[in-house]
């Protein structure tokens, strides 16, 4: 990518973080700065991993001469629909312990930001449409997805299994739902498992497409 505007990712994040601290109170505020908090962290953590080769290297070069992360090298241009789905559809709700009302605040955020980097022009039209629409799904799922891992977290330690066979920690595309029963995708490897038992009001909240973070164990009897 090409960063056309003279300015990294962090100092986009402070002029964003500033305008909207002389429109909001002290508490809305928080969540914002919060939000951006997390997002920096996720940036500098896991966007490098799908640089290409040349900024790849750009950036070793920078955080071994001059300790500069992710956010403090590349421009507005590197955000984009991946990394907010990144951001918002695998971040957020397996790497980070929060509240419910504050996923529903990262959403709110995250929606704003993407608007406001679009008027100011950090983001061009098309990038801005598809990163919009992400946004506003991922808004919607978030808070649902992330009941719906509360949720089998409970029913894992009130069901405990004495011996698994197998045992899968990772990431998980969810990739289809029957009352009762689902089925996934591992993200890192790809290997499809199912059907997983679950309470039919767990699996009813369930979409195909989701994301979540699980530790499946096989005892056996599917």
Same mark, same amino acid.
């Given at each position: ?130 990163? =919009? !629409? ?5 808004? $919607? &799922?978030? %808070? @649902? #997805?992330?009941?719906? =891992? !509360? ?5 894992? $330690? &009130?069901? %405990? @299994? #004495? ?60």
């Amino acid at each position: 990518m090409q960063n056309t505007v003279e300015k990294t990712i962090g100092e986009v994040f402070q002029e964003f973080l500033v305008e909207q601290r002389a429109r909001l109170s002290p508490k809305i505020y928080s969540g914002y700065e919060k939000t951006i908090f997390y997002f920096k962290k996720y940036l500098n953590g896991q966007a490098p991993a799908y640089l290409n080769e040349e900024d790849e290297g750009l950036l070793a070069k920078l955080y071994e001469k001059e300790d500069k992360e992710y956010c403090e090298v590349f421009g507005p241009a590197y955000i984009g629909s991946s990394e907010m789905q990144g951001f918002l559809g695998h971040f957020m709700i397996g790497s980070v312990v929060a509240s419910k009302a504050f996923i529903k605040t990262v959403g709110t955020v995250m929606a704003k930001l993407v608007k406001w980097m679009y008027e100011k022009g950090y983001m061009g039209y098309g990038e801005y449409k598809v990163t =919009s !629409d992400i946004v506003k799904r991922l808004k $919607v &799922n978030m %808070p @649902v #997805a992330e009941e719906v =891992s !509360d949720l089998m977290c409970l029913y894992a $330690v &009130n069901n %405990p @299994v #004495a011996a698994c066979t197998e045992v899968l920690d990772d990431f998980f595309f969810i990739t289809g739902t029957e009352p009762g029963k689902l089925w996934f995708k591992s993200r890192q490897t790809g290997k499809k498992v199912g059907p997983v038992i679950v309470p039919e009001y767990i699996s009813s909240m369930c979409k195909p497409g989701w994301t979540i973070c699980l530790l499946l164990g096989k005892n056996g009897k599917v």
